[in-house]
């Protein structure tokens, strides 16, 4: 008879990680759905993207190319890359745990900054290592910081750049900085899922360090700007011998054959890409302005969302969140982030932009 008082016991690490909640999708009953809380790009996906998908349609009992070579290869011509550089996955999330899985131990430590996205946090416990936060300067990444937290237990860094959920990045030059003073066993991931809506001329992906480094990874995703969140695509372009290493772990069919088709035609539509782009600029400025007007502090965005600050009491973000909801317009409460007075607003329709803008001017006149 077994022991009743024994049980599986999972990893160290695993009980410590708090459950990863996505942002809501239900509007208030009766109400239409503005939905502003998940960074999903307003316009869809590429009309192409979606043929290709509906050609898979009547082969789904085949498997997929365990490779997603269509895929790498589209990435590749697209970014001028060597497709053999390249390992795809399901969702950018897979792969920012395949590498912790692969390169982080027990008694390892990984940094990343104070409001960096909630996956790093994840990863890092889940391969048992310890997370380390290095504090951002006015909700930016503080390349000193980072570096000021290195310890020889350290073994990897996370730089979302543009960072998830403040919106903000670091030039290149500093990136390259970051990358030229960590110890040359330290893995640098770029996370780059909002590297499409920038448009500053100090800003890279990092395609350009990666190539030049033995230590340096880039991930990216189809979820944003390509308007693929539903399949579940990323990409990473690394040294071939971190890639090799993943390309041990990875599951043999971790694309289906819809995301890879979809995925491959979607990186091709650069004309969709530009509108999508051109869309983001209008309508993230608009509601910058407005938002301001209305007396609320916006954190500068370079990507397709906004980190709109609120009182500590009163017309709280809590209270604001509410009055959104009731209208059926829903945001991303951010405090799980260490940012409790903040709610984040992804750059939607212009329907969903003036509607949120208009909620919110009632709601800041009405009674505290």
Not at 120 to 133: C, E, F, K, M, Q
Request: aromatic residues 6%; neutral net charge.
């Amino acid at each position: 008879m077994s022991d009743l008082r024994s049980k599986p016991v999972p990893r160290g690490g695993i009980l410590d990680i708090d459950l990863y909640v996505p942002g809501g999708s239900k509007a208030a009953p009766g109400k239409k759905l503005h939905k502003l809380s998940s960074n999903e790009t307003p316009l869809g996906p590429s009309p192409r993207a979606v043929e290709a998908y509906g050609r898979v349609a009547g082969k789904l009992e085949l498997y997929p190319d365990g490779s997603s070579t269509e895929l790498r290869q589209a990435i590749a011509e697209t970014h001028g890359l060597n497709a053999d550089r390249i390992v795809c996955g399901n969702g950018s999330d897979e792969l920012l745990h395949l590498i912790a899985e692969c390169y982080l131990a027990p008694g390892d430590e990984a940094i990343y900054s104070e409001h960096g996205f909630l996956v790093y946090r994840i990863s890092i416990l889940a391969a048992g290592a310890t997370p380390v936060v290095a504090k951002e300067t006015a909700h930016t990444t503080d390349v000193d910081a980072i570096l000021a937290a290195v310890t020889p237990k350290t073994r990897m860094v996370f730089l979302a750049n543009p960072n998830n959920p403040t919106g903000t990045y670091i030039p290149i030059a500093e990136v390259r900085r970051l990358a030229a003073d960590l110890p040359s066993n330290v893995l640098l991931v770029l996370d780059a899922a909002y590297a499409e809506y920038v448009r500053r001329n100090d800003y890279e992906s990092g395609v350009e360090l990666v190539s030049a480094s033995d230590n340096v990874v880039m991930t990216r995703t189809f979820s944003k700007i390509h308007g693929l969140a539903a399949l579940r695509i990323g990409w990473l372009y690394g040294p071939k011998a971190i890639v090799e290493v993943l390309e041990r772990v990875r599951g043999p069919f971790n694309l289906n054959a819809a995301a890879i088709a979809a995925g491959a035609a979607a990186m091709a539509d650069r004309a969709f890409v530009d509108v999508a782009v051109e869309h983001n600029l209008r309508w993230s400025a608009f509601l910058a302005t407005e938002l301001e007007k209305l007396g609320l502090k916006v954190t500068p965005s370079v990507a397709n969302f906004l980190l709109v600050h609120f009182p500590e009491t009163g017309k709280t973000a809590d209270a604001a969140d509410k009055a959104l909801l009731a209208e059926g317009v829903v945001v991303r409460k951010v405090a799980s982030y260490g940012l409790p007075n903040a709610l984040r607003v992804t750059v939607g329709s212009e329907e969903a932009c003036r509607k949120l803008v208009d909620v919110l001017s009632v709601f800041l006149r009405g009674p505290a």
